[in-house]
């Protein structure tokens, strides 16, 4: 296995840990306002999923799907579902690049105003330490909100719960 797929199966697993973890809070919980990030726990993983969407769709020369994080998809279930839909599109992107090894190839980011180029690498990094700093606050925010046992959300972590041979 080689780091880009780490990234990216520590990335999707990670954040799917705590959206499980967050099936055990009341909506109440969820949209808690704190003095952080987006505020609230739903809000700041809404963004997350989201901004994984749009820069998928960037990077794939896609339309941005209409998912934007205030609207639709907003249960624990629903963003779970959102998740694993996008973490697999984005790694099949992110994998299509290495395989072309395109990491400096650019594309044109249209969602600029006005439009800029960037390369594929930077953007594909860009969404996975962007992912990395969001789950900081959410852990953060879910010790706060009392739940107790919370995962580290390590690459360590990750490859140490995988099947045996899963990471060779």
């Known amino acids: 296995m080689d780091l880009l797929d780490r990234l990216l199966g520590h990335d999707a697993w990670t954040t799917r840990l705590l959206l499980v973890r967050c099936q055990e809070l009341s909506d109440e919980q969820l949209d808690r306002a704190f003095d952080l990030g987006y505020r609230t726990v739903r809000a700041i993983l809404l963004h997350t999923i989201w901004n994984m969407e749009v820069w998928t769709d960037l990077l794939d020369g896609k339309p941005v799907r209409a998912n934007a994080p ?3 998809g907003r249960s624990v279930a629903d963003m779970i579902a959102r998740l694993d839909c996008v973490a697999a599109d984005f790694a099949r ?8 090894n395109a990491w400096d190839a650019l594309w044109t980011d ?8 960037k390369t594929y690498g ?16 959410v852990l953060y925010l879910l010790r706060l909100l009392g739940l ?12 140490n719960s995988m099947p045996q041979n899963a990471a060779d």
């Open 93 to 100: 992107v992110s994998r299509e690049v290495r395989d072309r």
């Open 70 to 72: 205030d609207i639709g």
């Open 122 to 137: 930077a953007a594909i990094a860009h969404v996975i330490t962007h992912s990395m700093h969001h789950r900081a606050q």
């Open 148 to 159: 107790k046992n919370l995962p580290e959300g390590d690459v360590l972590s990750w490859e």
């Open 110 to 117: 249209y969602l600029d105003n006005p439009p800029n180029e």
